[in-house]
């Protein structure tokens, strides 16, 4: 699968507004100018834009509490994702969601959420909307939802229904500070989706041409009519569960190696210019705009306004 | 007018959201039923009678059978819904709540207002719920005490077949998701009831009977058996302003308190327990907002705080009846000052 120099400028642009924007938030947070749970994606970023290249604003995901990278791949607007975080009524959700609810349903982005494999179902509905218009609805998962109930129930109604969903396992290796070699029973993710009846297969997560052009299958597959399909991405967290997580269950070095040795952007970047596609000088530029938008939109956050009690009612119901 | 049971008007009034409106989709166990098996698919058309016919004449696409997997029912008719279909979801007990009610309470109710406004969920979540069929502590229960507090989720409860269909249909136009709760002993309950389009709008309450001594506040099937308490009261003496409320969320505060200042008595009559409830509720809001017109104690008729029990004895000794509310009432006349 062939990209152009745009498409992959684009892919690694997005890539690295994720990591800065996430690299950020890790140093506002330590400063305590961000209230709430934050759960950060870095590590991850491959996983999310290996995916989301490959939509539309009318295809549909769902994602997890660690969903600021979806969003960004999504198409959600930076700025006001980071002006949300702050918990400004210019945010995204209007200060109502904070890191963990972030949505845009306007760009097929149907959420953040607080509550661990509570996706996959609304990721059934879209895809009944995806199966009657052409498109395809991306459920985001990890490791730890893919033990939850509610994603089993979701991944067997998805194949009784044939419905083109695809149900993409991001497995950093941590449901939150527990071990994916304890908390999966199974001998792995892929062989229970596989159990469900779906295409099942696996990619690396670190490596975003390996995502993408998995992914691309997979997406082709669904809208075939095949009914759903199963993906999981093997992948690094970089940071810990939340912020503010110690991080007691990694091993000795554990960081500094994944960091060194299973980072998606360095592996991206080693790939482009080692097969000339892409100049370092072109991706050094990329790094730049990019500090400059992450730093306007923290610039922007930290003076934007406020919500007020009276907003507190706002938005409950459509009608009274 | 065309007189019909309450079982028929639900399902006519689906047929015809869903005639008027291609966008309209049903998901539940059993809706269809029969699929996958000899007998084929509308073996069944809904174990309530209440989807016999829909599967054939709009297709599997729009009339969804599904696995037992209520959670997959309600997230998919969520998803839908956010993404641009109205959504009819049944869960064949409203009991069943307790293995949903994530997707109800944490994903439903919440993504208006977390997504900052930016998204509408029409989904109409259909139960069939209360007791009077010795169907036992899983299956008999009265729910709504729970979504009604619940931001987020509007809550009906109908009393009668023309209210059905008028709320229903407001139900399902509502772009806000809404608890439609379904008595289980009313499904054979006929009247007469509007042809054509006939819409009911939340937070109206019905004045079922006048009188100027006692408000008693009902809903769903509690309506009918304080009528009928209403009925022989009135014969003797005591006038009772009989409100079906119809909807729990939004609540007619407006007719509840106009009727209590003028009676000064109130007496509510609700199927579920009687702690933290929609009768101490209502209790509590006249408490708060009509205490100078009170005349006696706020009393409840209520089950006691006790799951639903199997025997028949036991069963009509813990439902609510029309005697059980004529003695209420009695005794809330004969109260005086000490």
Redesign the interface.
């Known amino acids: 699968m062939q990209l152009s120099r745009e498409a992959l400028i684009r892919a690694y642009r997005q890539m690295k507004t994720i990591r800065m924007f996430e690299e950020r938030l890790h140093d506002e947070i330590a400063l305590g100018e961000i209230a709430g749970f934050t759960h950060l994606y870095a590590g991850q970023e491959a996983c999310a834009v290996g995916v989301c290249e490959h939509l539309d604003p009318t295809d549909?995901i769902?994602s997890t509490h660690r969903g600021h990278g979806h969003c960004i791949a999504k198409g959600c607007d930076v700025i006001a994702m980071m002006k949300?975080i702050y918990g400004s009524s210019e945010?995204?959700?209007?200060?109502?969601?904070g890191s963990m609810?972030i949505?845009?349903?306007?760009v097929g982005m149907?959420?953040a959420?607080?509550?661990v494999g509570?996706g996959?179902?609304?990721?059934?509905?879209?895809?009944?909307?995806?199966?009657?218009n052409g498109t395809v609805?991306i459920c985001f998962s990890g490791d730890g939802a893919c033990n939850q109930?509610?994603t089993f129930?979701?991944m067997?109604?998805a194949v009784?229904?044939k419905l083109p969903v695809i149900f993409v396992f991001e497995n950093n290796h941590y449901s939150e500070h527990t071990g994916e070699a304890y908390a999966v029973g199974a001998e792995s993710m892929t062989a229970r989706s596989a159990a469900f009846g779906m295409k099942a297969i696996k990619a690396n997560g670190i490596d975003f041409f390996d995502v993408y052009q998995a992914m691309g299958e997979l997406i082709e597959y669904c809208k075939a009519g095949n009914g759903p399909a199963s993906i999981e991405l093997d992948c690094e967290r970089f940071y810990g569960h939340f912020e503010g997580d110690p991080q007691r269950y990694r091993g000795d070095g554990e960081l500094d190696r994944i960091r060194e040795e299973r980072d998606c952007l360095k592996t991206f970047r080693t790939k482009v210019t080692e097969a000339k596609l892409l100049e370092g000088a072109e991706l050094d530029t990329v790094d730049s705009e990019v500090a400059d938008l992450i730093d306007r939109a923290v610039a922007q956050s930290k003076t934007a306004t406020r919500p007020t009690a009276e907003d507190v009612t706002?938005?409950?119901?459509?009608?009274? | 007018m065309a007189v019909k049971m309450i079982r028929d008007v639900i399902r006519d009034t689906i047929d015809e959201e869903m005639a008027r409106d291609d966008s309209v989709?049903m998901l539940g166990e059993d809706i269809v039923g029969g699929n996958g098996s000899a007998g084929g698919p509308e073996a069944i058309g809904g174990i309530w009678g209440t989807s016999g016919g829909l599967w054939a004449k709009y297709g599997p696409?729009r009339v969804?059978d599904?696995?037992i997997?209520e959670?997959?029912?309600?997230?998919?008719?969520?998803?839908?819904?956010?993404?641009?279909?109205r959504?009819i979801a049944e869960i064949m007990f409203a009991d069943f709540i307790g293995v949903c009610m994530?997707?109800i309470w944490?994903?439903v109710a919440?993504?208006?207002?977390?997504?900052?406004?930016?998204?509408?969920c029409p989904i109409t979540i259909r139960m069939p719920y209360g007791g009077g069929y010795n169907a036992a502590p899983q299956h008999s229960q009265s729910i709504h005490q729970f979504v009604t507090a619940m931001?987020?989720l509007?809550v009906v409860m109908p009393s009668t077949p023309a209210d059905t269909k008028g709320l229903l249909a407001a139900a399902i136009r509502?772009?806000?998701p809404v608890i439609f709760l379904e008595h289980k002993f009313l499904y054979a309950v006929k009247g007469e009831v509007p042809d054509g389009d006939f819409i009911l709008p939340f937070g109206h309450a019905r004045q079922v009977t006048q009188g100027d001594d006692i408000t008693i506040l009902a809903t769903g099937m509690m309506v009918g058996m304080a009528e009928k308490a209403a009925r022989t009261l009135a014969q003797d003496g005591i006038g009772c302003d009989l409100l079906d409320l119809r909807t729990t969320s939004?609540l007619d505060e407006e007719a509840i308190l106009d009727s209590v200042e003028r009676t000064g008595r109130l007496l509510t009559v609700d199927e579920a327990p009687p702690r933290c409830s929609f009768a101490t509720d209502l209790s509590a809001l006249v408490a708060q907002k009509a205490f100078a017109s009170l005349r006696a104690p706020i009393e409840m008729v209520t089950p006691p705080h006790s799951p639903v029990p199997f025997a028949r004895e036991l069963e009509a000794a813990y439902l609510p009846s029309p005697e059980k509310i004529m003695a209420k009432a009695v005794q809330i006349m004969s109260y005086r000052r000490g």
């Open positions: 549909y769902i949300e945010g995204l959700c209007e200060g109502k969601s609810h949505a845009d349903v306007g149907l959420g959420n607080g509550i509570a996959a179902p609304i990721a059934v509905g879209a895809g009944i909307t995806a199966k009657s609805s109930g509610t129930e979701a067997n109604m009784v229904l706002t938005n409950v119901y459509i009608s009274y | 989709i696409d969804i599904t696995p997997s959670s997959a029912i309600i997230g998919a008719a969520a998803g839908a819904a956010l993404t641009g279909k959504a994530d997707q944490n994903q919440k993504f208006r207002y977390m997504f900052g406004g930016k998204s509408k931001p987020g509007k509502d772009d806000d939004p």
